[in-house]
Antibody, heavy 121, light 107 residues
Framework: QVRLQESGPGLVRPSGTLSLKCSVS????????WSWLRQSAARGLEWIGR???????YYRPSLRSRATISVDTPENQFSLTLTSVSAADTAMYFC???????????????WGQGILVTVSS | DIEMTQSPSSLSASVGDRVTITCRSS??????LNWYQQKPGKAPKILIH???TLKPGVPGRISASGSGTEFTLSISGLQPEDYGTYFC?????????FGQGTKLDIK
């Protein structure tokens, strides 16, 4: 059974960079498609982007210029970097994944527990 | 972006009742529609994918249907553990988008 665990700072300064990691246990990070999502009262559940088996990435257009998702195979984890953050980026951030054998690769079978990130000075 | 609209936004029902939640998309998404249940302080858990296929371990009292722009999720024989917020999500195109959620309380 795949388990995911987010980690990173819970507080980021405005205009700074948000960096989160998602540790994968129970299987190899190389075997799945991975996404980052966030949830806030203002915007609900919001998909940030995805990295697939080849390393190709897809991002929400509104975040494309600020977001980067990457995989660290030796550490069996993947990460999210979001630059130039503002209060609008305050949210619960989730990592999630889907089995590449699924007919639909844009749903989310596995989720981390989430990590609350607050952007504030 | 495709807009997903759920109704009702909240409902309260008793153990044993049948409830239905509706999700409408602003564009035709064929059957690329998924349903999740989220309990307070937890991550969403997928219940249904491709409009009507139950994920393993999801109880058979949960069912879903629909295609195109209108979809429903039904829970019959409501149980205490069915509380939470239910979200629909379209996986037809990126960016994937979610409904605003339907909060289900058990009386």
């Amino acid at each position: 059974q795949v388990r995911l665990q987010e980690s990173g700072p819970g507080l980021v300064r405005p205009s700074g960079t948000l960096s989160l990691k998602c540790s994968v246990s129970g299987d190899s990070v190389s075997n799945f498609y991975w996404s980052w999502l966030r949830q806030s009262a203002a915007r609900g559940l919001e998909w940030i982007g995805r990295i697939d088996l080849s390393g190709e990435t897809y991002y929400r257009p509104s975040l494309r210029s600020r977001a980067t998702i990457s995989v660290d195979t030796p550490e069996n984890q993947f990460s999210l970097t979001l630059t130039s953050v503002s209060a609008a980026d305050t949210a619960m951030y989730f990592c999630a994944g889907v089995d590449p054998s699924a007919s639909d690769l844009l749903h989310f079978d596995f989720w981390g527990q989430g990590i609350l990130v607050t952007v504030s000075s | 972006d495709i807009e997903m609209t759920q109704s009702p936004s909240s409902l309260s029902a008793s153990v044993g009742d049948r409830v239905t939640i509706t999700c409408r998309s602003s564009e035709n998404i064929e059957r690329y529609l998924n349903w999740y249940q989220q309990k307070p302080g937890k991550a969403p858990k997928i219940l249904i994918h491709e409009a009507s296929t139950l994920k393993p371990g999801v109880p058979g009292r949960i069912s879903a249907s629909g295609s195109g722009t209108e979809f429903t999720l039904s829970i019959s024989g409501l149980q205490p553990e069915d509380y939470g917020t239910y979200f629909c999500q379209q996986s037809s195109v990126t960016p994937v988008t979610f409904g605003q959620g339907t909060k289900l309380d058990i009386k």
